[in-house]
């Protein structure tokens, strides 16, 4: 497995990834997010990182460049990075690479010197849920935005 930063080479993966998961009954993307702006921000800011297994691209996320949660006051420090947009191929699901990519994300973040991790999650994607519990983040809130609820989780690196 490598996980590295994303290149402008590998946007059509990293499309075709969103696009396989959309539809999906834990997932509430649609054709309207993740759109092109965020997308083509992520990869020019160096803070898209992708999943590669057999040299194939099957997971992507994104550190968010700028906090997007900090309007809610539930955050246990300041000292924070967020991640978003945390997808696996659809049929790479249950292989636990989801784990493994956000594993390397959190180690990414804690070398820029950051204390917590923060995101949301909606509360009808059990699997990420799962994911992000096995990985020791703890409930600290919900949310209502974007028409949908939320769970807020955050890390302590």
Known sequence: MIFRIATINDINDIRSIYA??????????????P???????????????????NN??????????ENELDEYSVWSDDNA????RVAIKKK????????????????????RGYSYV?????DINIPAQKTYLRLKFNKVG????????YLLLEKKL
């Open 81 to 84: 990075k967020e991640i978003a």
């Open 142 to 149: 919900e949310a209502d935005m974007y028409g949908h609820h």
């Open 56 to 65: 194939e691209i099957v997971g992507t996320i994104s550190i968010v460049e």
């Open 20 to 33: 396989s998961v959309i539809g999906d009954k834990y997932c509430v993307w649609n054709d309207e997010y």
């Open 118 to 122: 923060r995101l949301s999650v909606t």
């Open 92 to 111: 790479y699901h249950g292989y636990g690479y989801a784990k493994y990519l956000v594993g390397y994300a959190l180690e990414q973040i804690q070398k």
């Open 35 to 53: 759109d092109e702006e965020g997308l083509n921000n992520d990869i020019n800011t160096d803070n898209l990182y992708v999943l590669e297994v």
